[in-house]
């Protein structure tokens, strides 16, 4: 790894956790640089999904130290590391279900003064205009996740695939600069997925938005990801490029009974 | 047809509004903080009692002194949320039910302490009722009933065109992602309270002028409420309001004579509609008409 200036966007170092006398995560240490789409690979168990909860403070680490810019974050709440610019998707999407899909768009928005008490009784044109703005953006927002013709769908009349979508926009209405992905491809279709995949970087390209993937689908890592991370057992058992990962020995006996096939 | 429009029908429809404004507040409550909110019943006689004083002590008129009623509901509410609900957010919602139940007493106990246990009335005359080909309806019900109409119509507004509406609609819908994703929930707490505190204190100036005030005025509505706020599907502001309109009705046209003068119901039961209401719903339909939250 080369020397650089620039703290990772992301940093895990020596982070444990246990549950009773399972331990969930051993002394992961892994980095996420600043503007990559960096993937997280590993058998069922690894604990992947631990570390992403961990990362994103809805669950507090027994050791070890989150830096989101070289800042500590550790153990902070997840809506402080919201408003720091990370935000998450889950491996099961999570929508406000009686709301429409704008309407958990804009709901995600960072808050602004029709918020507040005492202002939707004052300051009503400053409110209306802000309405707009934000309904613009949202709209924006959902027409590069190719929903706009959902805006007005109940979230509850969304497929998988497109729940999936809707976080991904809720993360970019907040202003996230990192966002972790849960499972972007699980039980999604293949034309879906392949959209997913071009949304996802495209983002990455255009807006500079940080990605860390976990994901089992190999070929949607390969396609996205320039650095991949491996964990089983709670351990970091190899780190590098996607093709590197795959031929490392130790990767292929933590799936065992799985065979790669490098493209 | 036109007795049953004057005795039935008119009444029913000023006790729905007042059950529906206190509804309302319940179901906004339940939405954002899950739990039942037992002293909304007793916030209501507070603000019943703080508008007689307002209007006999300034000498304003009943519907003027409604602000002074909202500026007493208000204050009472945020400070029950921060001396005992907020110490309590994390846990059960019997736990919290509980002790809106003693709030309810301190309430009911300061009422008690300044105006004393007899029932007093809003200074009002007492005027003819207006007449519309042999509908006859006093002039403060038809007031009772439009000023209902307006609360919810504004309620409406703010819930499906402001951020804070929004906002609120998230938190009922899933508090933690709601949490999760920024929105300022001590903000809407306090403005679900707020919001809830105006409407009680409307109800309970509405049910002064509709009848007397005494303080047990709100408790003796508190079951209709809920019944209401249950009917309508819990954590549905629209629910409880239509919920309301129908258990108010129920109850009055329950004593309609159907059987050659006889009521079908005599008038001393009336009140057991409530609970016949909220046990058939419980059994038929528990998550009420319109889907609520349970």
Request: net charge positive; glycine share 10%.
């Amino acid at each position: 790894m080369t020397a650089r200036a620039d703290p990772p966007a992301l940093s895990v170092s020596g982070v444990t956790k246990r549950f009773g006398g399972f331990v969930a995560l051993d002394c992961v240490s892994l980095e996420v640089s600043e503007g990559s789409i960096t993937g997280l690979i590993g058998p069922n168990g690894a604990g992947k999904s631990t570390l992403f909860a961990i990362i994103a403070g809805f669950l507090p680490p027994d050791g070890g130290t989150i830096r989101l810019r070289g800042e500590d974050v550790t153990g902070e709440p997840p809506w402080r590391l919201h408003a720091r610019g990370l935000a998450r998707t889950f491996q099961i999407p999570r929508l406000f279900s009686r709301m429409t899909v704008l309407e958990n768009l804009m709901v995600a928005a960072p808050n602004q003064s029709g918020e507040r008490l005492p202002a939707p009784w004052l300051a009503r044109r400053q409110i209306r205009r802000e309405e707009e703005a934000l309904r613009a953006r949202a709209l924006g927002v959902l027409e590069r996740l190719n929903l706009a013709r959902h805006a007005e769908a109940p979230a509850s009349a969304l497929s998988g695939g497109q729940k999936k979508l809707v976080e991904l926009g809720r993360a970019l209405m907040s202003g996230a600069s990192v966002i972790l992905l849960d499972e972007p491809a699980a039980g999604v279709n293949r034309t879906l997925l392949r959209e997913i995949a071009e949304i996802i970087a495209a983002l990455n390209r255009e807006e500079g938005i940080t990605f860390l993937v976990i994901e089992h689908d190999l070929d949607l890592v390969a396609d996205l990801c320039t650095r991949v991370w491996c964990l089983a057992e709670g351990r970091v058992i190899a780190a590098g490029s996607i093709g590197e990962v795959r031929n490392d020995p130790q990767v292929a006996e933590a799936y065992l009974g799985m065979t790669f096939d490098v493209h | 047809m036109l007795a049953f429009v004057n005795f039935y029908l008119i009444p029913g429809l000023v006790l729905g509004a007042i059950y529906a404004l206190s509804a309302i507040g319940l179901s906004l409550i339940y939405g954002v903080m899950r739990f039942a909110h037992f002293a909304h019943g007793d916030l209501m006689a507070l603000g019943a009692y703080v508008a007689l004083a307002a209007s006999t002590g300034l000498g304003i008129s009943v519907w003027a002194s409604i602000p002074f009623a909202a500026a007493a509901t208000i204050p009472a509410a945020l400070v029950a949320d921060a001396l005992f609900y907020a110490r309590l957010r994390r846990s059960l919602p019997a736990v919290l039910l509980i002790s809106s139940f003693g709030v309810a007493l301190m309430l009911r106990a300061l009422i008690y302490l300044f105006f004393g246990p007899t029932p007093l009335t809003f200074p009002r005359p007492i005027v003819p009722p207006l007449v519309f080909e042999g509908v006859r309806i006093q002039a403060r019900h038809i007031w009772i009933i439009l000023g209902a109409a307006l609360c919810a119509f504004i309620l409406h507004l703010l819930l499906s065109r402001t951020r804070a509406g929004r906002a609120m609609r998230a938190m009922s819908d899933d508090p933690d992602l709601a949490r999760i994703s920024g929105v300022a929930t001590a903000a809407v707490i306090r403005l679900t309270w707020v919001i809830a505190a105006v409407l009680v204190a409307v109800a309970g100036v509405f049910l002064g002028l509709d009848t007397q005030l005494q303080p047990v005025m709100g408790f003796n509505v508190l079951l209709a409420s809920f019944a209401a706020a249950i009917l309508g599907g819990i954590g549905r502001p629209w629910g409880a309001a239509f919920g309301g309109v129908i258990l108010g009705l129920a109850e009055e046209c329950s004593t309609y004579p159907l059987r050659d003068g006889a009521p079908l119901l005599e008038p001393t039961y009336k009140s057991a509609v409530a609970f016949v209401v909220l046990i058939a719903t419980l059994l038929l339909r528990p998550q009420g008409l319109f889907r609520g939250m349970i």
